[in-house]
């Protein structure tokens, strides 16, 4: 603390300068923003002393000063000598909460050691996943010239989808926008390879596609320069600070939709306010799914007039977009005859689809045609799952092996493993039972809505916890069917297997409920084309 110290001591250590509770005052302040000898008050005031010493003159002139008078020397000494430290509206700074002053640095010092010692585990998961190295410079803030020559001259908007999970919703939200805003250019951006392959699926031509800068500052600058949004929407939650520090400096609204704050989320938040409290404030819309997730949103510092509660954009987005795949077809290729009863895993996790063979083995002694597709969550595991049902003796195919010319015997075939991306919806359609993962083996669970949506009767685990107020709705109004244990599951199986009718009615009940919960989507629609004015 010797730098500060001195530099403390040369700013404010003359009775002729400052009066001694305004120098009390000061040096409080000073402490309070420097979080080392290094800090960046410290920096300031040695610079600020060392300038005015070099030109022989008091910097405060020959009148007693004021409060203000050192903030205004602060701020003067800030865009000279720190900038690009972080994020800063200069007209803000008499207000600007000195302690975030120094997170923003503490964070963007913290993130780029953080960066560096994850890179190699972030590009070995990209190598994982496959097909990163296309738009790979763009997660850098690097574009090319089409993309230039797509937004020169546009007013554009720019939707942020995380991965495939929001991709639906996105789409969506940007197809409805597109209607009520033709004028505007579209931009779509996504964190993974697989958010990427669904974009280029379901959305035109006419909309950018982008990956998602990393959330280092000069990147985040960068990629806000040449987008140069009107706007931006976040898809449920993805907060990173330098993004929202670019777009407060920038002066650009930006929305959060279908949000959802879990316990763990909340928690959070609440215990870095000192930081998130900015970000939340500073929403111009936020839509939210429910009542709980509305009063969250309060307690951490969103406005409660821009907080406006319109269901889950799920249900709005089930079952939408994209090139269609036949799988009727599809099956007759590897065997299976079109009378046959179909399982499908869905979104599966680790140790599920393990769980899932094993259940249809015993299954298929009673229902000799029943056949198993299993679409893990992540299409990168196919290899591993696939050597488990070797081990189980499971007679399986790859979907990526399928081609035009592949036939197989009838009845040769007992599973599908779909190891590609973008095709669970059209699996779902086929199905006459449906289960959904991540539900028996991981917590948290995937979306229900989409199989119910299509009328199929749905079975979960009882960790559901990802949807707190979708799958409580479900259960009451006997919509879907939960299960404890591989050992219910299958029971519960055999009963729906067995039963056309309760499949049916099962089916019904669920796709009544997802249709009485549509409309979110134009209630967020309106939000924000009402705060843009149009």
């Known amino acids: 603390m010797g730098a500060l110290r001195s530099a403390h001591q ?164 940007v197809e409805a926008l597109a209607v009520r805003l033709p004028l505007h250019k579209f931009v779509v951006s996504t964190t993974t390879s697989t958010g990427m392959a669904e974009l280029q699926k379901r959305l035109p031509s006419d909309v950018s596609k982008i990956y998602y800068p990393i959330d280092r500052r000069k990147h985040v600058q960068r990629a806000l320069g040449f987008v140069n949004p009107e706007a931006m929407v976040f898809v449920e939650a993805e907060i990173w600070p330098n993004m929202i520090w670019g777009l407060q400096r920038r002066g650009i609204p930006y929305f959060l939709v279908n949000a959802r704050i879990s316990d763990r989320s909340f928690r959070g938040y609440r215990r870095a306010a000192f930081l998130f409290r900015e970000f939340f404030a500073g929403f111009a819309g936020l839509g939210v799914q429910n009542e709980a997730d509305a009063e969250r949103l309060r307690v951490l510092g969103a406005p409660a007039e821009r907080i406006q509660v319109v269901g889950s954009l799920k249900f709005d987005g089930a079952g939408s977009g994209g090139v269609r795949l036949d799988v009727e077809a599809l099956l007759a290729q590897l065997g299976v005859p079109p009378t046959a009863l179909v399982l499908v895993g869905g979104s599966t996790h680790a140790g ?19 056949f198993l597709i299993l679409v893990p969550r992540h299409h990168e595991r196919g290899g591993e799952v696939g050597r488990e049902l070797e081990r189980m003796g499971v007679k399986f195919a790859y979907r990526s092996e399928i081609t035009p010319s592949t036939r197989k015997a009838p009845n040769s075939i007992e599973c599908l493993l779909v190891n590609t991306t973008g095709e669970l919806r059209f699996f779902y359609a086929r199905a006459d039972v449906v289960f959904v993962g991540k539900s028996l083996t991981a917590e948290g669970g995937q979306n229900p809505i989409e199989p119910a949506a299509l009328g199929k009767p749905v079975l979960f685990g009882p960790h559901m916890t990802n949807f707190p107020q979708v799958v409580p709705q479900f259960l009451a109004e006997k919509g879907a069917v939960q299960v404890q244990d591989a050992g219910e599951l299958e029971r519960q199986l055999d009963d729906l297997l067995g039963n056309p009718s309760k499949r049916r009615e099962l089916g019904q009940r669920g796709a009544a409920i997802v249709a009485a919960n549509q409309g979110g989507l134009e209630k967020t629609v309106q939000m924000i084309v009402k705060e843009l004015g149009a």
């Open 10 to 173: 040369g700013a404010v250590g003359t009775d002729n300068l400052l009066k001694p509770g305004l120098r009390s005052e000061v040096a409080s302040a000073i402490y309070r923003d420097a979080f080392s000898g290094n800090g960046v008050v410290a920096q300031l005031v040695e610079r600020l002393v060392r300038n005015e010493k070099v030109r022989g003159s008091n910097p405060l002139g020959s009148t007693t000063p004021n409060v203000s008078q050192i903030r205004s020397l602060f701020r003067r000494e800030l865009l000279s000598l720190g900038r690009n430290f972080c994020f800063v509206r200069p007209s803000r700074w008499v207000t600007f909460p000195r302690i975030q002053l120094a997170m923003r640095f503490l964070y963007n010092l913290l993130f780029n050691i953080g960066f560096a010692l994850s890179a190699p585990f972030y590009f070995l998961k990209m190598n994982r996943r496959g097909n990163w190295v296309a738009g790979f410079g763009q997660r850098f803030g690097q574009y090319d010239g089409k993309l230039k020559q797509a937004l020169t001259n546009r007013r554009s908007i720019w939707v942020h989808a995380v991965s495939v999970g929001e991709v639906n919703i996105c789409t969506r939200l």
């Open 352 to 370: 599920e689809e393990a769980i899932l063979a094993g259940v249809a083995a015993n299954l298929r002694k009673k229902y000799p045609d029943l």
